[in-house]
């Protein structure tokens, strides 16, 4: 064995050990903790010695934390827990999660129809290929800049807003592009609108 191997060796094993160090700790912890309330409920301690609820319920919080260090997969799995009475179902938080953002970008898209129904026209013109004889003026860079900050669209490298001058014919499909946002909004706008038909 060279040198190199040993040193490498002895680098492994510092970390594999660096590794299982807050497992082992925590471990240890939910033993005593274990034990203590064994010992507890067995009566072999003192009413005035005991530790109160208070503490008793921050060390099982502990062991929960050492639970989670051990498994980690528990908490992606999505599983329910039950901490204390309480249930957590992480899957439908989520969902609900998800269900809400949906609401708010539909709640956004809403208002801007009502406010701004001729940036909402930017992107349907840019989803359809429309984008051949567009004439800047103030009002359309600042449509144009009110859609890049809401992420509906975004610069083609090396390209400005503000080079869209006024009077100045040009291909919008060479200044800027639908960003992944900015195709949800006009597929739930093509939605919307059969909705209505």
Known sequence: MTVEQLQTGKIDFLNRALFALPKIIHGLVGLLVLGYISVVLSGHVDKENRLGTTEIGLLLVVVLLGIVAWRPELLKRGMDMKVVGIELKLDEIKKDNKKRLH????????????????????????????????????????E???????????????????????GKEMDLSTLVRLTERGKRVVMRLQELGQDDE
Do not use: C
């Open 144 to 166: 144009l800049r009110r859609l890049r900050a809401l992420g509906y669209i975004e610069m083609l490298p090396g390209r400005f807003i503000g080079e869209f001058a006024d």
């Open 103 to 142: 609401e708010l970008e539909d709640f956004r898209l809403i208002f801007m129809q009502v406010n701004f129904t001729s940036d909402l026209r930017h992107l349907e013109n840019l989803s359809k290929g429309d984008v051949q004889h567009y004439v800047g003026w103030f009002q359309v860079r600042l």
